[in-house]
């Protein structure tokens, strides 16, 4: 299996342009979680999915951030508008289980604001 | 609420044991894990405790104890790539991540 592939890994973009982040999960996984790490904040869970609906957002920071998952094998993460705050990491991970079970991480894609 | 306290740093010698210590604030879990994470890399899982007692998965050993609020991951014979960050994190309607112990290690 080739794990979680996210993309781009990297991204650098102007304050106030639109960022999508992308990621395929591993196949046969039900649980998606779209994870935000800095320095300061550590490693914050965004949003996560079971069987592709949306169950806890309350760490989506803003209306700024949204998430889809049209079906089982991709995700995207949208900033719209992009602040330079908002430059960190951001992991997409998969599990079987969205509460017990080991879960998977992507590479990561690097977002920059500037 | 749920939070969980973890060491920020910790310093071992190539070849000691070092032992990192997770205490969390939660009504209830379903079981503590611990993620490694290389600088640069993305967190990947080592072990996993939904019982109380210790979990031992080669060099690596994970404990848990429910009534202590309490749990911590050795590690043995320390190797140099063992320097990383390590997470612990708890599972209950959705997984938790504590702030981090970035293990420094000495030749």
């Known amino acids: 299996d080739a794990g979680v592939i996210q993309s781009p890994r990297h991204e650098v973009t102007e304050m106030g342009q639109e960022v999508t982040l992308r990621c395929k999960p591993i196949s046969g996984h039900n649980s998606l979680f779209w994870y935000r790490q800095t320095m300061m904040r550590g490693l914050e869970l965004l949003i996560y999915f079971n069987n592709n609906v949306p169950i806890d957002d309350s760490g989506m920071p803003e209306d700024r951030f949204s998430a889809k998952m049209p079906n089982a094998s991709f995700s995207t993460l949208k900033i719209q508008p992009s602040e330079p705050r908002d430059s960190a990491v951001y992991f997409c991970a998969s599990s079987r289980d969205y509460n017990t079970d080991t879960q998977y991480f992507g590479p990561g894609t690097r977002l920059t604001v500037l | 609420g749920q939070s969980l306290e973890q060491p920020s740093e910790v310093t071992a010698v190539e070849g000691a044991i070092v032992q990192i210590n997770c205490t969390y604030q939660?009504?209830?879990?379903?079981?503590l894990s611990w993620y490694q994470q290389h600088d640069g890399g993305a967190p990947t899982f080592l072990s996993y405790n939904a019982l109380d007692g210790l979990e031992e998965t080669g060099r690596f050993s994970s404990f848990l104890s429910r009534s202590d609020s309490y749990g911590y991951l050795l590690l043995q014979e320390l190797q140099m790539k063992d320097s990383a960050s390590y997470f612990c994190a708890l599972s209950d309607d959705k997984i938790i991540f504590g702030k981090g112990t970035r293990l420094h290690i000495l030749p």
């Open positions: 939660t009504s209830g879990f379903y079981g």
